[in-house]
């Protein structure tokens, strides 16, 4: 069973169209990241959001973090094909919190 | 600009033989991680450490072995390797500041 659902697992979009990404859990997690990931590379850290409620954003992409801490989105406005790639929510467990729990990925492809 | 390093980026060898997959970082990390993902699929956690001198097992069994002497290395070896080790593998520092982790460009294993 994974801790950290995420969904759509794939998502296919033309340039410019909205989108969101969900990362969704039973747990309570004290911090949670998203990843980019592009094909071939290592993930790159977007964002962390540590406050229930708290909302980030980094230019065109919205981070939400749930009220209860138990999930988290992502929006993406206007997207383009730069956008493409495996994106990533990452959380650290509130209580334990040694190591990140992996989400199991969204694989975003933007279409010219 | 790249402050953890992975070599080799590809690597393919024949079963049965011992390799070595290495990792180094220049940003004085204490805490360090090696996973492995399939393409485009979820990361699992194989070994950790938290410091020189102290490296655990992660949530994914694995035939593999880790080393943490210096606070800048930790060398992820397989004695010996079999198809099944075929994957990619991606090592991370993670940040004392803000949780977030950095990782390496990774390793493309394949075993033949």
């Known amino acids: 069973t994974q801790l950290l659902e995420q969904s759509p697992q794939f998502l296919s979009i033309q340039e410019g169209e909205n989108l969101t990404v969900y990362c969704n859990s039973s747990?309570?997690?004290?911090?949670l990241q998203w990843y980019r990931q592009e094909p071939g590379e290592g993930p790159v850290l977007l964002v962390t959001?540590?406050?229930?409620?708290e909302v980030k954003k980094l230019k065109r992409l919205t981070f939400q973090f749930g009220d209860a801490r138990k999930d988290s989105s992502l929006h993406i406005t206007a997207a383009q094909p730069g956008d493409t790639g495996l994106y990533l929510c990452a959380g650290l467990l509130s209580g334990s919190a040694r190591q990140l729990t992996f989400g199991s990925g969204t694989q975003l492809t933007v279409l010219p | 600009e790249a402050d953890i390093y992975q070599t080799p980026r590809y690597l393919v060898i024949g079963t049965g033989k011992k390799i070595t997959l290495e990792c180094s970082q220049t940003?004085?990390?204490?805490?360090m991680y090696w996973y492995q993902q399939d393409p485009g699929m979820e990361l699992h956690l194989i070994h950790y450490s938290y410091g020189v001198n102290s490296t655990e097992k992660g949530d994914l069994s694995s035939e593999s072995t880790v080393s943490r002497i210096r606070t800048e290395h930790f060398p992820l070896t397989l004695e010996s390797a079999r198809p099944s080790h075929t994957s990619q593998y991606l090592c991370?520092?993670?940040?004392?500041?803000?949780?977030?982790?950095?990782f390496g460009s990774g390793t493309r294993l394949t075993v033949v």
């Open positions: 991370a520092s993670r940040s004392p500041v803000n949780y977030g982790y950095t």
């Open positions: 940003m004085g990390h204490d805490k």
């Open positions: 747990s309570v997690f004290s911090s």
């Open positions: 959001v540590v406050t229930g409620g």
